[in-house]
């Protein structure tokens, strides 16, 4: 089965730029998760998607948003690029059925430079 | 104050030495816990879990949970330079949905 993948792998953008971001979920899985990795902050969770509804939301600006299509990829969209923005951004799937324990499977993230 | 707080290290360790590594949590609802490891320029895989307290062990690898304490640990035994990584614990109500995580300690396992 093939993973989650991610694209694209680096990117280099300037302040006031905006950015699109894809994931692609394990096949069958159908809930994808984004976060945002900083050496400061670690792990943040951005949002979740399931069945192409945003199902749950960290707390990050509107700057920030996503959206998931029918066949489960998705993709994160941030607006008015600041340099803070800079980090590697991961996208991680379940099944999201639900069950007591989901294992999340992460991509290789999207490494996003602020210039 | 965050949620879930984890020293960054790094910690260096010889081979063959214990690895103790802890989080910190300050959300009682907590009830599923997960350690995750990171190689460089990857995403993280997820290492192990453990529901409510108590003790898992896997091979080499045993995760505790003090849910009296809001502390939870992973023990490395004979460790490997090819265990050098990056640990992060995760923590959530439900398992599903939404999971925090702490920012990561830096192992590396010295040869």
């Known amino acids: 089965k093939a993973g989650v993948t991610q694209t694209p792998r680096y990117l280099i953008k300037t302040r006031g730029q905006q950015v699109t971001l894809s994931c692609s979920p394990i096949s069958g899985h159908r809930s994808v998760s984004w976060y945002q990795q900083t050496p400061g902050q670690g792990l943040q969770f951005l949002f979740e998607y399931f069945s192409e509804t945003q199902r749950n939301k960290g707390n990050f600006p509107g700057r920030f948003s996503g959206r998931q299509f029918s066949n489960s990829r998705s993709e994160m969209n941030v607006s008015t690029l600041e340099l803070g923005d800079s980090a590697l951004y991961l996208c991680?799937?379940?099944?999201?059925?639900?069950?007591?324990?989901?294992?999340?499977?992460f991509g290789p993230g999207t490494r996003l430079l602020v210039l | 104050q965050k949620e879930v707080e984890q020293d960054p290290g790094p910690l260096s360790v010889p081979e063959g030495a214990i690895v103790s590594l802890n989080c910190t949590y300050s959300?009682?609802?907590?009830?599923?816990f997960m350690w995750y490891r990171q190689y460089s320029r990857k995403g993280p895989e997820l290492l192990m879990y453990t529901y409510s307290s108590g003790n898992k062990e896997d091979g080499r690898f045993t995760a505790q949970v003090d849910k009296s304490s809001k502390y939870i640990s992973l023990f490395i035994r004979d460790s490997q330079p090819s265990d050098s990584a990056t640990y992060l614990c995760?923590?959530?109500?439900?398992?599903?949905?939404?999971?925090?995580f702490g920012s990561g300690t830096k192992l590396n396992v010295k040869p």
């Open positions: 959300n009682s609802a907590f009830q599923y």
């Open positions: 991680a799937s379940s099944s999201g059925q639900g069950a007591s324990m989901e294992t999340q499977y």
């Open positions: 995760a923590m959530s109500v439900t398992g599903f949905n939404k999971f925090y």
